[in-house]
T-cell receptor, first 112, second 117 residues
Framework: DAKTTQPPSMDCAEGRAANLPCNHSTISGNEYVYWYRQIHSQGPQYIIHGLKNNETNEMASLIITEDRKSSTLILPHATLRDTAVYYCIVRVGGGSARQLTFGSGTQLTVLP | GAVVSQHPSWVICKSGTSVKIECRSLDFQATTMFWYRQFPKQSLMLMATSNEGSKATYEQGVEKDKFLINHASLTLSTLTVTSAHPEDSSFYIC?????????????FGEGSRLTVL
């Protein structure tokens, strides 16, 4: 699986958009970009994933660059409950049952 | 999304005893479940892959005789920490993929915090 690079920490003001970047310059054509988050002392929570098109759901938007070497997770209106470690993971999707390999992620702190 | 439940959510035991942690997929069938371990201020580390009806596959450095995994049905996998010692104290998390899933997202349990005295 391709390796990802994320900033170790970010702050965001409550109510503002949080933009979390991720670099995955060695991504392969059949690898998806997955985002999970982990609130303190809880299991990871699935947020969103995509292959090459931008994606949006009720939680967030995922913007993937045209060359697919980087992506940005956007939380449009961050709340205090969005404070968590956010993991960007790249791996083969589809019918694969392969595990997710977690890096160190980005600690997002939403400030009041 | 799909629901994965773990039990117990926390357990304290004496050194030398064994502890069993259950992982259940509540609304889907999971042919494969994954067990992770997370130490304080660290990321999740995969311990083993649990396959229904067959032996688990362990990651390098994980003792299979110490961390017994049983995946007897499509909705239940168990992790037993045998002869637990203080260094086994950690946050244990399971995840599962729906057998009918098309794009490979995994769903995680709430985690089980083990403290060995």
């Amino acid at each position: 699986d391709a390796k990802t690079t994320q900033p170790p920490s970010m702050d965001c003001a409550e109510g503002r958009a949080a933009n979390l970047p991720c670099n995955h310059s060695t991504i392969s054509g059949n690898e998806y970009v997955y985002w999970y988050r982990q609130i303190h002392s809880q299991g990871p929570q699935y947020i969103i994933h995509g292959l090459k098109n931008n994606e949006t759901n009720e939680m967030a938007s995922l913007i993937i660059t045209e060359d697919r070497k980087s992506s940005t997770l956007i939380l449009p209106h961050a709340t205090l409950r969005d404070t968590a470690v956010y993991y960007c993971i790249v791996r083969v999707g589809g019918g694969s049952a392969r595990q997710l390999t977690f890096g160190s992620g980005t600690q997002l702190t939403v400030l009041p | 999304g799909a629901v994965v439940s773990q039990h117990p959510s926390w357990v304290i035991c004496k050194s030398g005893t064994s502890v069993k942690i259950e992982c259940r997929s509540l609304d889907f069938q999971a042919t494969t479940m994954f067990w992770y371990r997370q130490f304080p201020k660290q990321s999740l580390m995969l311990m083993a892959t649990s396959n229904e009806g067959s032996k688990a596959t362990y990651e390098q450095g994980v003792e299979k005789d110490k961390f017994l995994i049983n995946h007897a049905s499509l909705t239940l996998s168990t992790l037993t920490v045998t002869s637990a010692h203080p260094e086994d104290s950690s946050f244990y998390i399971c995840s599962a993929r729906s057998a009918g899933g098309l794009t490979g997202e995994l769903f995680f349990g709430e985690g089980s915090r083990l403290t060995v005295l």
